[in-house]
């Protein structure tokens, strides 16, 4: 079954350093996304890519940054970790023409 | 711009009662979509629903059934029945039309409690 992934489930780092989100999908959808969640915020956009080669900025794109170049994944870096990136991130494809966002089992981030 | 308001954060309902979620949207989008997804303990989003803005049919699904109702901008979402595998947080969530389709704008949140 086609489905989207994200690797680590799990991470603890320090301040500082350079951190990366994998995102991996199987359906071969153009648009991802990546959402963090966080208590009292519900899901708020970092960034997303309409396709191989396009990356845009969404709500809380600072200290993000993202790459596309392949339909099936893409990447979210954290150049230099804050405490404030501590998190649970989301990955998620969009369903074309219906619409729908298929979300991955998300990252628990801790950043120390 | 587009918002999303979900103002209860958390029901508490015992076990074959009803239970409302509310959702109120803001856009200036004239056709649009909304959205409902689950989010049980173990953390993972459940698309539930979507609604096209010109589709104002409500509708039924087991004992899920949601009312969307453009003149007040709500998309409210009712569980019959309820059941304790019901708990969960529930989010709605909104896009527009055209290049912005797919950026969906989620609300805060309701966390329902179902007690046996």
């Known amino acids: 079954d086609a489905e989207i992934t994200q690797s680590p489930r799990h991470k603890i780092t320090e301040t500082g350093r350079q951190v990366t989100l994998a995102c991996h999908q199987t359906?071969?959808?153009?648009?991802m996304f990546w959402y963090r969640q966080d208590l009292g915020h519900g899901l708020r956009l970092i960034h997303y890519s309409y396709g191989v080669q396009d990356t845009n900025k969404g709500e809380v794109s600072d200290g993000y940054s993202v790459s596309r170049s392949n339909t099936e994944d893409l990447p979210l870096t954290l150049e230099s970790a804050a405490s404030s990136q501590t998190s649970v991130y989301f990955c998620?494809?969009?369903?074309?023409?219906?619409?729908?966002?298929?979300f991955g089992e998300g990252s628990r981030l801790t950043v120390l | 711009a587009q918002k999303v308001t979900q103002a209860q954060t958390e029901i508490s309902v015992v076990e074959k009662e009803d239970v409302t979620l509310d959702c109120v949207y803001e856009t200036r989008d004239t056709t649009y979509y909304l959205f409902w997804y689950k989010q049980p303990p173990s953390g993972e989003l459940v698309f539930l629903i979507r609604?096209?803005?010109?589709?104002?049919q409500n509708e039924i699904s087991g004992r899920y059934s949601w009312n969307f109702q453009k003149s007040t901008s709500s998309f409210n979402f009712t569980i019959t029945a309820s059941q304790v595998v019901d708990s969960a947080v529930y989010f709605c969530?909104?896009?527009?039309?055209?290049?912005?389709?797919?950026?969906?704008?989620f609300g805060r949140g309701t966390q329902l409690t179902v007690w046996p």
């Open positions: 998620a494809s969009r369903l074309e023409p219906t619409g729908e966002l298929f």
């Open positions: 969530a909104l896009s527009g039309r055209g290049s912005t389709l797919g950026r969906l704008y």
């Open positions: 359906w071969n959808h153009n648009n």
């Open positions: 609604r096209n803005s010109f589709d104002e």
